[in-house]
């Protein structure tokens, strides 16, 4: 007889909810990046894949606003969302990236909760922004 565990939806919420008042950051990962979920637990371990200081970027400076967490009854899940975050290139290009990282700034091994891979490479040209919107990541089977 086969034994199955499963986690509640709200659950998934309570986890999310603790770590309501941390700080959130983004950062850009360069265009060779992969996300693998069991190697990437921390910046540390993401690091080295972060686009360089340079044009308006600055590596692990951009704060996350109005984080947010909310339980997800239809899709079993509990869901982690940001206002969108924005970079302004300013005397040369920044880039090129191909996902951000979503780390937690105040647990104390900058935990990365999540990655938002855009499925294609960006570079922000001089003078112009780009904008991370809609950034959700969720926790739930498989997830």
């Given at each position: 007889?086969a034994?199955?565990a499963?986690?509640s939806?709200h659950?998934?919420?309570?986890l999310?909810?603790?770590?309501?008042?941390?700080?959130?950051k983004?950062?850009?990962?360069?265009t060779t990046?992969t996300?693998d979920r069991d190697?990437h637990a921390t910046?540390?371990?993401?690091?080295s894949d972060?686009i360089?200081?340079?044009?308006g970027?600055?590596?692990?400076?951009?704060?996350?606003?109005?984080?947010?967490v909310s339980?997800?009854?239809?899709n079993d899940?509990?869901?982690?969302t940001?206002d969108?975050v924005?970079?302004?290139a300013?005397?040369?290009?920044?880039g090129?990236f191909?996902?951000?990282?979503?780390?937690?700034?105040t647990d104390?091994?900058?935990?990365?909760?999540?990655?938002?891979d855009f499925?294609?490479?960006?570079?922000?040209?001089?003078?112009a922004?780009w904008?991370?919107?809609?950034i959700?990541?969720?926790?739930?089977?498989g997830?």
């Open positions: 007889m034994i199955i499963d986690t939806n659950y998934k919420y309570v999310l909810n603790a770590v309501s008042g941390h700080t959130f983004a950062i850009l990962m360069n990046f996300f190697a910046l540390a371990d993401v690091t972060q360089a200081t340079n044009y970027y600055t590596q692990n400076d951009k704060t996350l606003t109005t984080v947010s339980e997800d009854d239809v899940q509990a869901q982690f940001c969108d924005t970079w302004t300013s005397g040369g290009d920044i090129p191909g996902a951000m990282i979503i780390y937690d700034d104390g091994d900058d935990a990365v909760v999540g990655c938002v499925g294609t490479d960006y570079t922000i040209v001089d003078g922004s904008t991370g919107q809609d959700v990541i969720n926790l739930g089977i997830s």
